[in-house]
């Protein structure tokens, strides 16, 4: 009987074999289905196929993501992306950069931005795969920052709709 990738990272997860997801300065927990939901702060690559641009001559860019939707197949996670500093390119776009305190989420070593301009759309395996579970949102910060998303003309209605935020 021939079993899916999704089941074996699971049986790999339950028996405690598939290590925890590494960088250089931190160790994460593995992301499991339980993890995938709205709010979950996750650390992964993105790639090119996520609809991120990577540069340079890396195939990956590791970034810190906030599921804010899943896909009605369960197959997709809309996501926002995390930064460093906020976009300001022009004040419509500066008006979305959510500001995360690091005082909230201890695994930051600084004060974040959560960039409520785009949704990525990751596949679940590869969040499974590849990602480090970091933890949840604050309620207070959640609260604004799903009207923020639900409101913001620079993300599709049809993307909203996809992702179950309208």
Do not use: A, H
């Amino acid at each position: 009987m021939k079993i899916t990738l999704k089941e074996q990272i699971k049986i790999l997860q339950e028996d405690g074999k598939l290590p925890k997801f590494s960088n250089k300065k931190r160790d994460f927990q593995i992301v499991t289905d339980e993890n995938i939901k709205k709010g979950s702060i996750i650390y992964i690559p993105m790639i090119n196929d996520d609809g991120f641009v990577v540069k340079g001559n890396y195939k990956s860019s590791d970034k810190w993501i906030v599921v804010m939707g899943i896909s009605k197949d369960d197959c997709i996670v809309g996501s926002l992306l995390v930064n460093t500093k906020p976009n300001t390119f022009f004040k419509e776009l500066g008006d979305i950069q959510f500001p995360l305190l690091k005082k909230d989420y201890s695994f930051w070593d600084y004060k974040s931005w959560l960039d409520c301009s785009k949704l990525f759309r990751i596949p679940r395996l590869r969040i499974l795969q590849y990602g480090g579970y970091c933890g949840c949102i604050t309620d207070s910060d959640w609260e604004l920052i799903w009207e923020t998303v639900k409101n913001t003309d620079f993300i599709s209605d049809s993307d909203k709709e996809f992702f179950g935020i309208l």
